[in-house]
């Protein structure tokens, strides 16, 4: 088992930033995939960004490219979402995911989960 423990999400003015975490404990060993989703209530939840633990090739969502960046600390075993350039549609529940699996598509149907943080954006 893996435990994912996000923090780092609250209510920003569009045009600001915030930096997301997700310190991972637990089976982290087995961890090839760190992702981010989010979900707006009534819709599904949607691919956010994505890195290897190990080697680092990272993959965005066209939505967020340009001012979202993922990041990872090796030795702290947490994951990092940096969130510039927000605008109201980025409001929404962000959800830290750890994977076994190296396709960063497949990461969804085969993940551990965090508990979520909210991220408001204010027009």
């Known amino acids: 088992q893996v435990q994912l423990v996000e923090s780092g999400g609250g209510l920003v003015q569009a045009g600001g930033s915030l930096r997301l975490s997700c310190a991972a404990s637990?089976?982290?060993?087995?961890?090839?995939?760190m992702a981010w989703f989010r979900q707006v209530p009534g819709q599904e939840r949607e691919f956010v960004a994505a890195s290897s633990w190990s080697y680092g090739p990272t993959y965005y969502a066209d939505s967020v490219t340009g001012r979202f960046t993922i990041s990872r600390d090796n030795a702290r075993i947490t994951a990092y979402l940096v969130m510039n350039g927000l605008k109201p549609e980025d409001t929404a529940v962000y959800y830290c995911?750890?994977?076994?699996?190296?396709?960063?598509?497949?990461?969804?149907?085969?993940?551990?989960w965090g508990q979520g943080t909210q991220v408001a954006v204010s027009s």
């Open positions: 995911a750890a994977s076994r699996k190296d396709d960063y598509c497949a990461v969804a149907g085969d993940a551990y």
């Open positions: 637990g089976r982290t060993f087995s961890i090839a995939t």
